[in-house]
């Protein structure tokens, strides 16, 4: 306890570090990945802007990059990183690869939760004469709401998983503060402290996703 103490301002620091990652992965694979799960949703067969061609290019993107495990990615993906962000590490450098690696798990989950909807509930706009926008924002994805929301919470939970491991190769946050401080120096109460606080991150957004997605089903 006595070393944990002399560490609570590197802890916290950890935990706000931890938090900007998220957030800033958050923001850029929500935008990126919706775009994508959109994408493939109109363009696929029988979508409401069929595109062989595109919804094609955009399976092969996601069937490419998305298995690719994280810590193989991050590394693959640091020249782009350095273009973008100007460094190949770092807290922000870090949270960019995160942002892209969940690019493609949301916009699979998206994709596969507009399908969902009734294909009956599709028709029905149509024959009212509603064109491809206006039964994808009034229709599609209002429908698929609830549990579009459930399925962005868990990766708002794997963000925070894939945080601790951006921490092993220099991205900062309580992964990197559970690795430097708790496993290397053999202090397990440092390492639990880190392993606690991720656990009451992970349930916090997963509580406030559940209930905001049972609000959302209920109307």
């Given amino acids: 306890m006595d070393r944990l103490n002399e560490l609570w301002p590197e802890f916290w620091d950890a935990a706000l570090e931890t938090l900007y990652m998220t957030s800033f992965a958050l923001v850029l694979a929500g935008v990126l990945g919706t775009i994508i799960g959109v994408g493939l949703y109109v363009t696929r067969p029988g979508g409401v802007m069929q595109n062989r061609v595109l919804n094609a290019l955009l399976e092969l993107l996601v069937n490419f990059f998305r298995p690719i495990p994280f810590v193989i990615f991050i590394a693959v993906l640091q020249p782009v ?94 992964g990197a503060f559970a690795q430097i401080y708790g496993f290397r120096r053999f202090e397990p109460i440092v390492m639990w402290a880190a392993i606690v606080l991720i656990v009451v991150f992970v349930h916090l957004v997963q509580t406030l996703g559940t209930r905001l997605a049972r609000v959302i089903m209920r109307r």
């Fill in 81 to 174: 990183t350095r273009a973008v962000i100007g460094i190949g590490i770092g807290t922000t450098a870090g949270a960019f690869a995160i942002g892209i690696a969940a690019a493609f798990a949301i916009g699979r989950i998206v994709e596969q939760h507009l399908i969902s909807v009734s294909p009956g509930v599709i028709e029905a706009a149509r024959s009212m004469g509603a064109g491809p926008w206006r039964i994808l924002f009034t229709v599609a994805i209002p429908e698929s709401l609830g549990p579009l929301i459930l399925g962005y919470t868990f990766i708002v939970v794997a963000l925070i998983d894939m945080t601790a491991m951006a921490g092993m190769v220099g991205g900062g946050g309580l």
